[in-house]
Antibody, heavy 121, light 107 residues
């Protein structure tokens, strides 16, 4: 059974960089798309971006200037960096797997439990 | 961006009821529509993908239909564990977007 687990600081100061890592267990990181998604009361579910295991990325234009997603296939991990954060970036951040191939169309079939990141001084 | 609009935003129903939730896309998304169930404090769980395909392990009382811009999620006979929030999601084009959610409550 594939499992995803987010890790990283739960509190980040304004103007600093939010950094999170998602560790994938029970399956390989190869041949899938890996996304970061956040959820806040004010904005609902917001897709941040994805990385393919090969390293190609696609970011939400609303966050593109501040987002970097990277992958480490040797560790079965991928990571999120969001720079210049403000209180508006306070949310539960989740990682998720995008299914592809054999009649699958990029739906998120496995999710991490999510981690609350609060932006505050 | 493709806007996803769900209706209703909330719904009260009883165990055994048949309920339908709708999702409308601001432009055609073919069949690239997925449905998730989220209970308090947990990650969303995939129920339906590609508009009408049932995810493995999901009870058959859940079904999805539609194509183009209009989609529905139907629960044929509500069970106590089905009271949750439901989201639609388009994976037709990036940025991927979600509906605002439908909260299903016990009447």
């Amino acid at each position: 059974q594939v499992q995803l687990q987010e890790s990283g600081p739960g509190l980040v100061k304004p103007s600093e960089t939010l950094s999170l890592t998602c560790t994938v267990s029970g399956g390989s990181i190869t041949n899938y798309y890996w996304s970061w998604i956040r959820q806040s009361p004010g904005k609902g579910l917001e897709w941040i971006g994805y990385i393919y295991y090969s390293g190609s990325t696609n970011y939400n234009p609303s966050l593109k200037s501040r987002v970097t997603i990277s992958v480490d296939t040797s560790k079965n991990q991928f990571s999120l960096k969001l720079s210049s954060v403000t209180a508006a970036d306070t949310a539960v951040y989740s990682c998720a797997r995008g299914a592809v191939g054999s009649g699958r169309y990029y739906e998120f079939d496995y999710w991490g439990q999510g981690t609350l990141v609060t932006v505050s001084s | 961006d493709i806007q996803m609009t769900q209706s209703p935003s909330s719904l009260s129903a009883s165990v055994g009821d048949r309920v339908t939730i709708t999702c409308r896309a601001s432009q055609s998304i073919s069949f690239y529509l997925n449905w998730y169930q989220q209970t308090a404090g947990k990650a969303p769980k995939l129920l339906i993908y590609a508009a009408s395909s049932l995810q493995s392990g999901v009870p058959s009382r859940f079904s999805g239909s539609g194509s183009g811009t209009d989609f529905t999620l139907t629960i044929s006979s509500l069970q106590p564990e089905d009271f949750a929030t439901y989201y639609c999601h388009q994976s037709y084009s990036t940025p991927y977007t979600f509906g605002q959610g439908t909260k299903l409550e016990i009447k």
